[in-house]
């Protein structure tokens, strides 16, 4: 248990460190800058700026240890197969949109010590091994970024590689495995979405002593998470497993719950009678006789957002979002679209972002969206996460008037 208690501290500092250290960066993304960290050494690629570098390698090339490489995505995507021999900072600017593609491995880490954030993998991959993330080193971060929509490829693989943080990804659409550990041991894997890869969401073999905890892996063509041989001495709780042919198989076996509480599995049917959340039968997973103790009976940290649009004054409306769940919701993108009317509103409209960080309880103006000077219907669509909302209204000259909400 104590073991136990202070990797989750652990684990909570490092994210704590990792969040300040991004946004400290992001906060200084606007195309022009005239002034930057002064006790630090910034490459910037892309961009409108005359010295910017035009590819990632020729910076990452160029800096030095510690060095932070800033990655604009107007000059995206990069075709590039990108291999980091230094230690650094290789951030980009927005995971949505600041995309590499092609090639075999997206992004291999030779050295210690790296962190990469911020960028969108797909495309990548034409063999089994290939991956979006190379990892052959220790002590690296790799977290907030989407690898999506990639051919014969494995998300992130950790290759004889200790003291990992993976952090905050979302990982789907990809053709082989979701995140992948061979001979690797003592590292973290946190509060990742994995879902609808074509192997299994999670694999490890001859991996020990990692940490699993907060991911969801959901829908694999495989299980959703693989034990191999040789995989002890594993700590996995407060993961949701859901609708996987095989949520979990644990050949050697592990730990599968913090002594109080374990996973969500959505093959468990067992009762709560003293309603406290906890199952009142373990979970059996199959493999080596193991068993999750305190397995949940609702998706662990549910994230639940309630979303409404509504009219401010004659021709405004605005988008805000309230997290109704019990748990903080991160990372999550999110789109609007504006369909409709004509003469000086256009016939479309569309917005995209991220939603960095929402506490239960709390509400946000997403957008205000100005509606005006033209006639027909107009529709407004907003999705944030998995939770979608419309309305749909009338507009004539100055006046919106809402038909449904």
């Known amino acids: 248990m104590n073991h136990i208690h202070l ?8 994210v704590m460190m990792l969040i300040a250290a991004v946004n400290t960066v992001s906060s200084t993304t606007k195309k022009d800058r005239s002034s930057m ?5 910034i490459l910037y690629v892309g961009g409108s700026n005359p010295g910017n570098y035009s590819k990632i390698q020729d910076a990452i090339d160029n800096a030095s240890q510690g060095d932070i490489v800033f990655v604009y995505d107007d000059s995206a995507p990069y075709y590039e197969n990108i291999a980091i021999n230094v230690q650094i900072h290789l951030i980009g600017e927005n995971r949505n949109t600041t995309s590499i593609e092609g090639g075999n491995h997206a992004v291999s880490i030779f050295v210690d010590g790296v962190t990469v954030s911020g960028f969108r993998i797909s495309n990548v991959g034409d063999f089994w091994n290939c991956c979006g993330f190379y990892v052959i080193s220790q002590g690296n971060n790799i977290s907030n970024n989407n690898i999506v929509n990639n051919l014969r490829m494995n998300g992130i693989f950790l290759d004889c590689a200790s003291y990992n943080t993976i952090y905050g990804n979302l990982i789907e659409n990809n053709n082989y495995h979701g995140i992948r550990l061979e001979y690797a041991s003592h590292n973290i894997i946190v509060n990742n979405r994995i879902v609808n890869n074509r192997g299994y969401g999670i694999y490890l073999w001859e991996s020990r002593d990692n940490l699993l905890m907060g991911n969801t892996v959901k829908q694999s063509f495989w299980d959703g998470l693989m034990l191999g041989d040789n995989c002890g001495s594993n700590t996995i709780f407060h993961n949701n497993f859901i609708d996987n042919p095989e949520n979990a198989y644990d050949e050697t076996g592990n730990t599968w719950d913090n002594g109080s509480s374990g996973n969500y599995w959505s093959d468990y049917y067992g009762s709560d009678t003293d309603g406290d959340g906890i199952g009142d039968s373990p979970y059996q997973i199959p493999g080596n006789k193991s068993q999750d103790m305190y397995p949940l009976m609702k998706p662990y940290g549910e994230q639940t957002l309630d979303i409404k649009i509504t009219r401010t004054g004659r021709f405004g409306v605005t988008i805000t979002v309230t997290n109704t769940g019990t748990a903080d919701v991160t990372n999550v993108d999110w789109n609007s679209r504006l369909i409709g009317g004509f003469l000086l509103v256009p016939s479309e409209r569309y917005h995209q972002g991220t939603l960095s960080f929402l506490v239960p309880g709390q509400e946000i103006i997403l957008q205000k969206v100005d509606v005006f000077f033209g006639i027909g219907i ?11 909302a419309s309305m749909r209204g009338f507009l004539f000259l100055f006046f919106f008037i809402p038909l449904s909400e």
């Open 7 to 14: 990797t989750k501290l652990g684990v909570v500092c490092l």
């Open 378 to 388: 107009i529709d407004i669509q907003v999705t944030v996460g998995e939770t979608t």
């Open 37 to 41: 960290m002064k006790d630090g050494h």
